[in-house]
């Protein structure tokens, strides 16, 4: 009776886990690499995030300055000039 417990508890939480972990690494190839906006493809500013800062380092959380696009970005190749351009209007 407890071992049967146990062991839906080990099945599930390690299909759990396992689905946590294919989903990150889905993600990681979905997203792009680098610091460019994937919207209007300028450089972006990395945000302070304690989770994809210190947890998840190969993700980037990024902000684009030109257009407003707060997203993920894998950690990658950065833009030789920093974002110091003048926001554009909104499209
Ligand atoms: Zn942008």
């Known amino acids: 009776m407890t071992s049967d417990a146990i062991l839906f ?3 599930f939480g ?3 886990v396992l689905r946590i972990i294919a989903a990150t690494i889905v993600f990681l190839v979905l997203l792009p690499k680098g ?3 994937p919207l209007c493809d300028d450089p ?4 302070e995030s304690f ?8 993700f980037r959380k990024s902000w684009c300055l030109t257009c407003g ?3 993920l970005l894998r950690t990658g190749p ?7 351009r003048e ?3 909104r499209r």
């Open 51 to 58: 989770l994809f800062g210190r947890v998840m380092p190969w």
């Open 69 to 71: 696009w707060t997203g």
């Open 78 to 84: 950065l833009t030789e000039t920093p974002a110091t």
């Open 14 to 16: 390690g299909l759990f």
């Open 9 to 11: 508890t080990v099945v």
């Open 35 to 37: 610091d460019q906006c």
């Open 87 to 89: 926001p554009a209007a």
């Open 44 to 47: 972006t500013l990395r945000v």
